[in-house]
Structures are given as C-alpha cells and as structure tokens.
C-alpha cells in the first residue's frame, strides 16, 4: 500500500559556486551537492575542515583552456570538485594555489580560497 500526499523530504540540489564566492558563506541541505569551479588549473583543493559534514565526492576535475587559448605555464581553465552534505553543520571548503601565473608566484589572498557550507 502506497500513501498519497505531501512529504517533507526535499530533493537533493546542485549548487555551483566560484571564485566569486570567496570568503562567503552558502546555505545548504542535506543531501545537497556543492561544486565549486576555480578559475585556475593551479588549484589544490584542501580536505574539508568536517569531513562528517561535507564530504569529497569525487576527485577535482582540471579543465584546462585550449593551448591555442592561452600560453603554456599560465594555469588557463579550471578546477571543478564536487562535495556532498551530509549532516547539519558548518564545514570550511578551501584551495590553495601558489602559482598565480607563468613565474608568478601567490602573494597573500591571491592564493587562497575559503567558503563555509552551512548545512541544515
């Protein structure tokens, strides 16, 4: 027997997030998928600070620009990773860079990213 109505569980959503977020933070579900897409193929991104909140789902994805696009040793594309929410709770997402350009080494925020995932 199966029971019609309404039902308080929601469905899981994909939220995309980027360089732009910076030093934000996100509201999510339960469920929820957050990608975050950088700007840089010389992105590293960290394990999150509560892998029982937020968790990896798979390894990051290194998009790089077309070689026509852009000269060798600039970091043209991105890095895309995916985390899963998993419990309530707060959860730092973070990467990290030290190249922000052919011989140009990351100095201060240029070489940081950090978003707080708030899950409910």
Known sequence: MVACGSSSVQPSRELSITDA????SV?????????VTLASTSWTFNPPSDGAV???AADPVVSPAPLSACPPGMGCGSVTARFTALKSGT?????????????????GPAGSYQVQVVVS
């Open 27 to 35: 509201q999510v579900h339960i469920g929820d998928v957050v990608q």
């Open 91 to 107: 959860a730092s997402i973070s990467a990290t860079r030290v190249s922000c350009g052919e011989a140009m080494r990351c100095v």
């Open 21 to 24: 977020e910076n030093g934000q």
């Open 54 to 56: 937020v968790k990896l």
